[in-house]
């Protein structure tokens, strides 16, 4: 019998946020390090060098509480343009190597390894040339965990195993054992709420779910998940189900001086044409949309929901909100505010609309975007905005890059070593 391949790698970029301030600013490297979305003691750090991680801190830590964890902490403001530029020149120069094959997040991205690439040997060295070039190109201070086995969902657990500046190989003949000493949250898919269910079918270790059968793990799961997960376990590469995407959104925590009720409308606004946006350049299409704001004071949080019928233009959008924003809570002051786009639809299966109305809509939300994107964002808007076209500025979810040129009106530049 032949030997079982190593037929995937997967790359994971460490505290990838701090890294990318530490290489991009000298006075930053080997100092305790904490990016944040605005200077103020009343957010909380979305990410941590591992300098800081000693401390304590990480990400969703409270700046206050950071700063009492370390007196020496340096707060950097989020820049998430550079984030994405250097996110891009990693991708280029792991592609000099081997084909990028698949980009999860910011931060994380996997590849096929393919003919002699699958050999032990060849497998690593490709592995090693991975991290030398990223160094080289774009960074030293840029490191990152490397994971190579037979599957890609054990090659991004092997990714894990060993940070910063890791570097895992799990074969086949190691499966399952390998996995034993890892917690059951170590494995991807696996939540709070499903290790819970786990538990009380008396599955409390890695070992306890690689040795269950093949129909409880079913029941346990209630599809064909739990069959492939355990499949994969055992390093068997199994095709991924295509993903499809379930919300499309935004965020803001409102500074001082747009806490009022004219200036939250406007930035909500603002978050509504980013949100119908990226729906149009997803090519998909909202049922329903969900606002939110969260208050000072103590005060519960305010929740309202509202059918769009099918739709992605923004003119629908900032029409459902403001039917809503009439039901607010009045006499608070807010922190915080949302826009969810749900029941998402790709627009490919969705009929054209019969309306007049409808389509002329779409046209405008086409042309609007067409100049957007050529001339930078916000060139022009809708007036319901005005006062908050710079706010909520470009942010970068864990599960999606925004374009740059759409976002911010700056193209993607060539990271730069300094």
């Not at 820049?79 to 999860?104: F, G, S």
């Not at 030398?132 to 994971?147: D, N, P, Q, T």
């Not at 009380?200 to 040795?211: C, F, I, N, P, R």
């Not at 039917?323 to 490919?348: A, D, F, N, Q, Y």
Request: hydrophobic share 35%; net charge positive; glycine share 8%.
């Amino acid at each position: 019998m032949d030997e079982p391949r190593l037929s995937w790698l997967f790359l994971d970029m460490n505290s990838y946020f701090a890294s990318v301030e530490q290489q991009l600013v000298p006075e930053l490297r080997g100092v305790p390090t904490a990016v944040v979305p605005v200077m103020t003691d009343n957010t909380c750090c979305i990410a941590a060098s591992y300098e800081a991680k000693k401390y304590g801190i990480k990400t969703g830590t409270r700046v206050a509480t950071a700063r009492g964890l370390c007196s020496g902490l340096r707060l950097v403001e989020s820049r998430p343009e550079k984030y994405i530029e250097t996110h891009h020149a990693i991708v280029d120069a792991v592609n000099t190597v081997l084909p990028v094959d698949t980009v999860y997040s910011i931060d994380e991205m996997s590849c096929r390894l393919t003919g002699s690439q699958t050999e032990p040997d060849r497998a690593v060295s490709i592995g090693r040339e991975v991290k030398r070039v990223i160094k080289e190109r774009v960074g030293e201070y840029l490191r990152c965990s490397v994971g190579i086995s037979t599957n890609r969902f054990i090659a991004k657990i092997a990714s894990g195993m060993e940070k910063p500046d890791g570097f895992t190989v799990i074969t086949r003949e190691e499966l399952p054992e390998r996995l034993y000493s890892l917690s059951l949250r170590d494995l991807p898919g696996i939540g709070g709420r499903m290790q819970a269910r786990l538990k009380a079918s008396g599955v409390h270790t890695v070992k306890d779910l690689s040795e269950l059968p093949e129909e409880r793990v079913e029941r346990i799961w209630g599809s064909i998940i739990g069959k492939r997960l355990r499949l994969l376990l055992r390093g068997e590469d199994i095709a991924e189900d295509a993903t499809k995407r379930r919300t499309v959104g935004h965020s803001h925590v409102l500074p001082p001086d747009l806490r009022t009720d004219e200036g939250t409308r406007a930035v909500f606004v603002r978050l509504i044409h980013k949100a119908a946006f990226r729906l149009r350049r997803l090519n998909y299409l909202a049922g329903r949309m969900i606002i939110k704001i969260d208050y000072f004071g103590g005060y519960e949080s305010w929740k309202k929901w509202k059918n769009v019928g099918r739709r992605n233009d923004t003119l629908t959008m900032i029409e459902a909100f403001a039917s809503m924003w009439e039901e607010r809570p009045e006499g608070r002051k807010p922190l915080r505010i949302s826009v969810t786009l749900t029941e998402l639809t790709p627009s490919r299966e969705t009929s054209l609309p019969l309306f007049g109305a409808e389509l002329k809509r779409d046209k405008v939300a086409s042309a609007l975007d067409k100049i957007n994107e050529q001339f930078g964002a916000n060139s022009i808007f809708y007036g319901s905005m005005y006062g908050a076209a710079d706010s909520a500025p470009l942010r970068i979810s864990f599960t999606s890059i925004p374009d740059v040129v759409a976002e911010s009106g700056k193209r993607n530049g060539s990271a730069v070593k300094k």
